[in-house]
């Protein structure tokens, strides 16, 4: 089995579960022929989760006129935001004001509008970034002013379990996404829930079953 055969795989699984959602490859650590050939099957979002790498990246890929969208799904430091601004289409792990700001300075240099999601650390993992699910509507009513930022939704990960126990996550699913229409329901200007991105190679399914509708899958696509 090779990479089309994975992705074949997956979408069927995609259309089955909601054929609305956004499948995300996750090209982190792999290399240019792997990510041209993901694109030749059709892929156009790509997510990486490192700055430095994906500038390598994006500087020999590109936009493809503007086919592909750069997806940044890692911790961001704010000064790396400068240079994240250049390559993303969408940052999914907004999880402080201090990086709210400086991408709203960066964009607002550059005339760009950046969609963000808010991250959220949903099992309080002390090791993970993101916001507590309490501090979500209150982080949200404080950031809803800045011009250069468009928030379109949340992204979380469940905790790490082994493949076979992976029905351990679905009551975390479950939670961000009461979390996601809670939010919905309140309206709060300029604050869209578009995106609920959620699921990656070991979880995907669950995730679908639970209201994700971008999933983000690395090993799942370039496992052999
Ligand atoms: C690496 C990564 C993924 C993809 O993980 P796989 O298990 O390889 O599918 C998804 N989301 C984030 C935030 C990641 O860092």
Not at 210 to 222: C, D, K
Request: proline share 3%.
């Amino acid at each position: 089995m090779g990479i089309k055969e994975n992705l074949e795989i997956i979408n069927k699984k995609i259309n089955e579960l909601n054929k609305d959602a956004v499948l995300v490859v996750v090209t982190k650590n792999q290399p240019i022929e792997k990510i041209r050939e993901v694109i030749s099957l059709g892929v156009d979002n790509l997510g990486e989760n490192r700055i430095q790498e994906a500038f390598q990246k994006f500087n020999i890929i590109g936009k493809m006129n503007n086919k592909i969208t750069w997806h940044m799904i890692g911790h961001l430091q704010t000064n790396k935001v400068k240079n994240a601004v250049e390559v993303f289409d969408m940052i999914q792990s907004l999880d402080s004001l201090n990086l709210v700001e400086e991408i709203n300075k960066r964009c607002k240099a550059m005339n760009k509008i950046m969609p963000v999601l808010v991250e959220i650390n949903i099992a309080n993992e002390p090791q993970k970034t993101g916001l507590k699910e309490e501090e979500l509507l209150g982080f949200l009513k404080s950031i809803n002013h800045f011009e250069n930022i468009n928030v379109q939704g949340l992204m979380a990960m469940a905790p790490f379990v082994e493949k076979e126990n992976r029905e351990k996550t679905r009551p975390y699913f479950k939670r961000v996404n009461l979390l996601f229409e809670k939010v919905k329901k309140e309206s709060i200007p300029n604050i869209e829930m578009k995106y609920l991105s959620m699921g990656m190679t070991n979880d995907y399914e669950i995730a679908l079953q639970e209201g994700s509708n971008m999933v983000r899958i690395g090993t799942g696509v370039f496992r052999e």
